[in-house]
T-cell receptor, first 115, second 114 residues
Framework: GAGVSQSPSNKVTEKGKDVELRCDPISGHTALYWYRQSLGQGLEFLIYFQGNSAPDKSGLPSDRFSAERTGGSVSTLTIQRTQQEDSAVYLC?????????????FGEGSWLTVV | AQSVAQPEDQVNVAEGNPLTVKCTYSVSGNPYLFWYVQYPNRGLQFLLKYITGDNLVKGSYGFEAEFNKSQTSFHLKKPSALVSDSALYFCAVRDSGGNNRLAFGKGNQVVVIP
């Protein structure tokens, strides 16, 4: 596609429920990232996928968070047993490769509110 | 680990005046530096980056940034600000050593006053 596509754009969920957030990267991009943006925390790195390599999960805040990338393209970020502190904007991004000089392009984000 | 500092929370500037948004960085290797802009309720939009070469980098919408290795800075500039430039600006750095993370500063709110 023309840009990174994320869905849903907005999600309100009850505390304790599971949520899934989807990301469709730019076509042909092998590297995919998830970040979280929340008030007071700025932009936090969550997870990184590059091709068929094992993902870098070092930014996931707890074991309630997981992500997968199927077929090297679409990715799903899953938050289990959501808590109010999970309320944030979840931003997906992609780059042509994982090389550090490549530009990383962001989607519009999925705005998650846990009530 | 790499890090970025954006010392000002908010930058106010009159329309037509020069705009500067400050950024300093810390990395162990060579830095790859980026600026992004975020408009209200939108994602991050890429403005420009420094990888190597000329220290002055030109980007989208008339923005430019100057890489200064001795001062470890990468300030964003625009000669004449527009009201439509009012947004949140993020500086980011990536270590050339191959670290997967793009480390962001806390962001600067720019307000251009008509």
């Amino acid at each position: 596609g023309a840009g990174v596509s994320q869905s849903p754009s907005n999600k309100v969920t009850e505390k304790g429920k599971d949520v899934e957030l989807r990301c469709d990267p730019i076509s042909g991009h092998t590297a995919l990232y998830w970040y979280r943006q929340s008030l007071g925390q700025g932009l936090e790195f969550l997870i990184y996928f590059q091709g068929n390599s094992a993902p870098d999960k070092s930014g996931l805040p707890s074991d309630r968070f997981s992500a997968e990338r199927t077929g090297g393209s679409v990715s799903t970020l899953t938050i289990q047993r959501t808590q109010q502190e999970d309320s944030a904007v979840y931003l997906c991004a992609s780059s042509r490769t994982g090389l550090t000089g490549n530009t990383i392009y962001f989607g519009e984000g999925s705005w998650l509110t846990v009530v | 680990a790499q890090s970025v500092a954006q010392p000002e929370d908010q930058v106010n500037v009159a329309e037509g005046n020069p705009l500067t948004v400050k950024c300093t960085y810390s990395v162990s290797g060579n830095p790859y530096l980026f600026w992004y802009v975020q408009y209200p309720n939108r994602g991050l939009q890429f403005l420009l980056k420094y990888i190597t070469g000329d220290n002055l980098v030109k980007g989208s919408y008339g923005f430019e940034a100057e890489f200064n290795k001795s001062q470890t800075s990468f300030h964003l500039k625009k000669p004449s600000a527009l009201v439509s430039d009012s947004a949140l600006y993020f500086c980011a750095v990536r270590d050339s050593g191959g670290n997967n993370r793009l480390a962001f500063g806390k962001g600067n709110q720019v307000v251009v006053i008509p």
